[in-house]
């Protein structure tokens, strides 16, 4: 089997289309259509699910897939070793809040292969992280991506990571933990705090133009001080679902997701960036190769 073909599962799975791989990797998508195929009349069985949402890899493929991209790190590994493209011993990474989980699983596994690295990690705002990247501060970073950004962006590399949306944040003992939904007239009714970030202030300033002001408490960078408002003053707050199910107080039941009713909104999307004027190393390469599969595959 030649890594060409491993390269192309792997891809898939990421971005969960053949079409979106095949423009990512550059080939057609008859070619990648092909390699599946050829594997799995190999293997004996389907290596992903096909359905209206997408392409999603089988119970038997997730097996396949993670023994790939081992292969496929090892390849990566010889690389760093004849090209001596290593360079830095550190990796310097930001993320938004809330996403930190599978950051630290990334981390996890990446230190596997490559102990002697010294990871850096902090959190920041979208704006805050593109400044960074831009400035060489950074390695990479994982934003929420919009036209907000679009100047910028075109100095940046963007891998999209996953799609969702903006949602209200309530406690487990809100009245509307259990409707799992709160309507724009009910949100402008309630204790708002906002996290200080560009796509949180462009939803308040998206939602007062269509339904009027809303009651802010407090807005703050601290995370912790939303939870606390959140699950012991029963105060609301909004912000992207996908930072959200990564929260302990998610998992644990405490924090509730609800979708607002109402309002209409355009998708947002979460990815990393990097500089487009600094070369690729390898190690930031494999770094992110590994945090999209944890994605795909909860490793």
């Known amino acids: 089997m030649f890594p060409a073909k491993l390269e192309y599962i792997i891809e898939v799975a990421k971005l969960k289309s053949i079409n979106k791989a095949a423009k990512s990797l550059n080939v057609t998508q008859p070619t990648i259509s092909q390699a599946i195929y050829q594997i799995e009349e190999e293997i004996g069985f389907p290596l992903f699910i096909r359905t209206k949402s997408g392409t999603y890899p089988s119970d038997n493929g997730k097996d396949i897939i993670k023994k790939a991209i081992e292969i496929m790190e090892k390849f990566e590994e010889l690389d760093e070793l004849f090209w001596q493209k290593e360079g830095s011993k550190e990796l310097r990474l930001a993320a938004i809040p809330g996403v930190m989980l599978p950051l630290v699983k990334a981390v996890t596994n990446y230190k596997q292969s490559y102990p002697n690295t010294e990871i850096f990690l902090t959190e920041g705002s979208s704006e805050e992280i593109i400044k960074k990247v831009l400035e060489g501060e950074l390695d990479a970073g994982l934003i929420v991506q919009s036209s907000l950004f679009q100047e910028e962006i075109n100095d940046l590399i963007y891998e999209p990571v996953v799609k969702g949306k ?132 909860d490793l």
């Open 166 to 297: 903006m949602v209200a944040v309530a406690s487990h003992r809100s009245p509307y933990a259990k409707e799992k939904f709160i309507t724009a007239e009910q949100l402008m009714e309630e204790n708002l705090i906002f996290y200080k970030d560009d796509h949180v202030k462009h939803f308040e300033s998206e939602f007062t133009k269509k339904h009027g002001h809303l009651n802010v408490l407090f807005r703050t960078n601290n995370v912790e001080a939303i939870i606390l408002g959140i699950t012991d003053q029963n105060a609301i707050s909004v912000g992207h679902d996908y930072s959200l199910y990564f929260s302990q107080f998610y998992l644990e039941g405490k924090l509730v997701p609800l979708e607002i009713k109402g309002f209409e909104q355009l998708p947002v999307q979460i990815g990393w960036v990097r500089n487009k004027h600094i070369p690729l190393s390898s190690q930031v390469k494999s770094f992110i190769n590994r945090y999209k599969m944890i994605q795909v595959l």
